[in-house]
């Protein structure tokens, strides 16, 4: 039986009784429909998860009983940093949640000059919390006790400009060459997918200069929630948990694109 999982934002320690805050009581005693006496999981985001009984749930308050922490770290080897044009509608909302189901460490919301978003300060601070809440559900349906750090958005730019490599750096581009050199990806890799337009030429080139490599997925052109998704997978399944016991260091040709289809 797959129990509830409830991230919180306060320390936790076994044995203690300590009583919801309100939005995690609420989503517990609303949406989730716990009742006295039911086995939930809380975590906070430190790698562990904590066994807890329901001790009352009384309209919106809910007190919970924490029992024995267990350090069960569902991390990808892999450190994956997806840096993402900000995509319009709930599109972004997608991503976000598909690229913490498939173990994404960071994710970095840019906006370049074919981005049809535009945030201002207070927008992009807006958007930033919001973001990270779909971060946190998505934790709690996937089983993840560590959460992925979600940046402020920021000029695509403004990040070349501050970021330096720590690892290989890819960006995704559906008129990459094919037959491109080949690469070893084993601790962390950065991918860059572009807007519903696609990266513009000189984009493309600030890219090169950062040390990005550009690669295709396919030969078919993808919408950018759909790139973000599958180039994460992509990357899970040859370098990362999806790969299993198998050659992880395997060459990596080209293959992608974070352009739509208008």
């Avoid at 960071?106 to 906006?111: F, Q, S």
Wanted: glycine share 10%; aromatic share 4%.
């Amino acid at each position: 039986m797959r129990l509830n999982r409830v991230y919180l934002d306060v320390p936790l320690s076994s044995g203690s009784l300590i009583e919801l805050p309100p939005p995690a009581a609420q989503h517990l005693a609303k949406v989730l429909r716990a009742r006295s006496g039911d086995e939930i999981v809380l975590f906070t985001g430190d790698g562990r998860e904590f066994a807890a009984v329901v001790e009352a749930a009384r309209g919106s308050r809910v007190t919970v009983a924490v029992g024995e922490a267990r350090a069960i770290d569902r991390e990808s080897p892999l450190a994956i940093t997806l840096v993402q044009c900000i995509a319009r509608g709930d599109r972004m909302d997608v991503i976000v949640q598909k690229a913490t189901e498939l173990g994404a460490a960071r994710l970095v919301p840019v906006t370049s000059r074919r981005s049809v978003v535009r945030l201002d300060a207070e927008q992009a601070a807006s958007k930033a919390e919001h973001w990270r809440g779909i971060a946190v559900a998505a934790c709690e349906q996937c089983g993840r006790n560590r959460m992925p750090v979600i940046e402020a958005p920021r000029p695509l730019i403004h990040y070349l400009g501050e970021s330096s490599p720590g690892g290989v750096r890819l960006v995704l581009d559906p008129a990459a060459d094919r037959a491109a050199a080949a690469l070893q990806i084993e601790a962390s890799v950065e991918m860059a997918v572009g807007p519903e337009g696609g990266f513009d030429d000189e984009e493309l080139e600030a890219f090169r200069v950062s040390g990005f490599v550009p690669v295709a997925l396919g030969p078919r052109v993808l919408r950018t929630e759909t790139a973000a998704i599958a180039g994460l997978a992509w990357l899970q399944s040859r370098y990362g948990d999806f790969a299993g016991d198998g050659d992880k260091s395997a060459v990596m040709s080209s293959n992608g694109s974070g352009r739509e289809t208008r």
